[in-house]
């Protein structure tokens, strides 16, 4: 009886386990969106001419201040793209996780400050190793 009464436990605890399985990243810096303005949504980016098409190199006089580099034979980028505002936004990736369905998920957080006089195309890019190029992706707005 007590053998099975442990067995049980365990397979109650190990169906109880978690969900989702966190995925490493580097977060891309020093660029700027400059696809079509009209889109919005999520981005997988798997090569240097998709990367090209939709990002330009925005290197700043600063420690630190070049584009960060991608090598497309080990990674791919993921990206949230969210719609041209003239309110200085600040996109910030809370996590990047493979869930149980197997799906590539990125959960981000959104700054919004008062309007400007200057427009901007907000977005968050992430750079993942290879390995996770095939799976579905998605991005989903954490509220606090």
């Known amino acids: 009886m007590i053998p099975l009464l442990f067995a049980s436990v365990l397979f109650g605890l190990a169906a109880c386990g978690p969900q989702q399985r966190m995925i490493g990243y580097r977060e891309a810096r020093h660029y700027y969106f400059c696809g079509d303005t009209a889109f919005t949504g999520p981005l997988r980016i798997t ?15 600063t420690r630190d201040g070049e584009p960060t580099k991608i ?15 003239d309110r200085p936004t600040t996109v910030e990736p809370v996590a990047l996780q493979r869930t149980r369905g197997g799906t590539l998920l990125l959960t981000y957080r ?4 008062e309007p400007s006089s200057w427009i901007m195309h907000p ?19 954490v509220t606090d």
């Not at 090569?47 to 006089?61: C, I, K, R, T, Y």
């Not at 959104?110 to 400050?113: C, N, T």
């Open 123 to 141: 977005f968050v890019m992430l750079f993942v190793n290879r390995r996770y190029v095939n799976l579905p992706f998605e991005a989903v707005e």
């Open 47 to 61: 090569s240097e001419d998709e990367l090209n098409a939709s990002f330009a190199p925005a290197a700043v006089m």
């Open 71 to 85: 090598d497309f034979a080990k990674a791919f980028a993921v990206a949230r793209i969210l719609p041209r505002t």
């Open 110 to 113: 959104v700054s919004r400050r």
